[in-house]
């Protein structure tokens, strides 16, 4: 039973491309988080979805940034037109839906953009 | 709302020494609360969770005691490693499935 896959693990972006970020929840979890992680520093919560619904995007950047859980496949995180900003590692958890369970998390998506 | 706070570091200890690293928290139903250890260029692993009252959680030698009392969970290691260097976490996940993270602890183990 493979974990939360993140892929990919390294991403370089040049200014104002777009990165989509990829997150493979654990098999039988359907709820899903995205954090950011500045370096030397703790995370910040993002976006938690649930299938094709997004539950709480309180910590989304309110431009540029947008994420799915679609029906099929894995969750994207994309981000538009990048900034030098946006250079962080990101995250993904995943979870049953229950307070007993703590969240599964993936080896994250290094994001730099030069 | 739920609040985790913990311990600034970094936190400096020599091989085998004792170690505590505090977290409270502050919550308004009755949470589970667990702690992540993330190693260098890793994502963040759990290392051990207490789901109510007086639970103690324990892993790899490291444990924390859920006291409600005063509303806490600090983990402890009687005798660290150099590998155990890593950021610790502490975290708690209400009833609305949210896991709320204190700023992490950076510990430094020297041989």
């Known amino acids: 039973n493979a974990g939360v896959m993140q892929n990919p693990r390294h991403l370089v972006r040049r200014r104002g491309q777009e990165a989509r970020l990829r997150c493979s929840p654990m098999?039988?979890?359907?709820?899903v988080y995205w954090y950011r992680q500045l370096p030397e520093e703790g995370l910040k919560f993002m976006v938690y979805?649930?299938?094709?619904?997004?539950?709480?995007e309180s910590g989304m950047p309110k431009e540029r940034f947008s994420a799915e859980f679609p029906k099929e496949g894995p969750s994207i995180l994309r981000i538009q037109q990048v900034v030098r900003g946006d250079s962080a590692a990101y995250f993904c958890a995943s979870s049953p839906g229950d307070r007993l369970y703590g969240y599964t998390f993936g080896s994250g998506t290094r994001l730099t953009v030069v | 709302g739920d609040s985790v706070t913990q311990m600034e570091g970094p936190v400096t200890l020599s091989e085998e020494a004792f170690l505590t690293i505090n977290c409270t928290y502050t919550a308004t139903g009755y949470p589970s609360l667990f702690w992540y250890v993330q190693y260098p260029g890793e994502g963040l692993q759990l290392l051990l969770k207490a789901t109510k009252a007086d639970d103690k959680g324990s892993n790899k030698g490291f444990e924390a005691t859920y006291r409600k009392e005063t509303t806490s969970f600090h983990l402890e290691k009687g005798s660290v490693q150099v590998s155990d260097s890593a950021v610790y976490f502490c975290?708690?996940?209400?009833?609305?499935?949210?896991?709320?993270f204190g700023g992490g602890t950076r510990l430094m183990v020297k041989p």
């Open positions: 975290a708690l996940r209400d009833a609305g499935n949210m896991l709320t």
């Open positions: 979805l649930q299938k094709e619904n997004i539950i709480d």
């Open positions: 098999k039988g979890h359907s709820h």
